[in-house]
């Protein structure tokens, strides 16, 4: 499967974004779908992740009640709606694709797509 992630931007802080991470390929409602972020100098961060079905989500701490994930797999598409963003949320947004057990690790995940940019000023 191959992933496109797009809907990034320049935000001010409490301004909202959505991503959204394409799929083309087939069965891509098969897959548990993940988002990352990487802010420059710092490792790769597990955000939010959603099961195959849409039925269970996860996501960090430090995202909660502010990020959304969701999909639509009649479109092929994977959302993370963000709201209240701040400085610290600025970092490159991927989205990730895997059949194992959704999961945090970054190694737990097949397909990656490009990233998106998004940056919150103050």
């Known amino acids: 499967v191959q992933l496109q992630a797009s809907g990034g931007g320049l935000v001010q802080a409490g301004g909202s974004l959505r991503l959204s991470c394409a799929a083309s390929?087939?069965?891509?409602?098969?897959?548990?779908m993940g988002w990352f972020r990487q802010a420059p100098g710092k490792e790769r961060q597990f955000v939010a992740a959603?099961?195959?079905?849409?039925?269970?989500?996860y996501n960090i701490d430090s995202v909660k009640g502010r990020f959304t994930i969701s999909r639509d797999n009649a479109k092929n598409t994977v959302y993370l709606q963000m709201i209240s963003l701040k400085p610290e949320d600025t970092a490159v947004y991927f989205c990730?694709?895997?059949?194992?057990?959704?999961?945090?690790?970054?190694?737990?995940?097949?397909?990656w797509g490009l990233g998106t940019q998004v940056t919150v000023s103050s």
């Open positions: 990730a694709a895997t059949r194992n057990i959704v999961g945090g690790s970054p190694g737990n995940y097949e397909y």
């Open positions: 959603v099961s195959w079905s849409g039925g269970r989500t």
């Open positions: 390929g087939r069965a891509f409602s098969t897959y548990n």
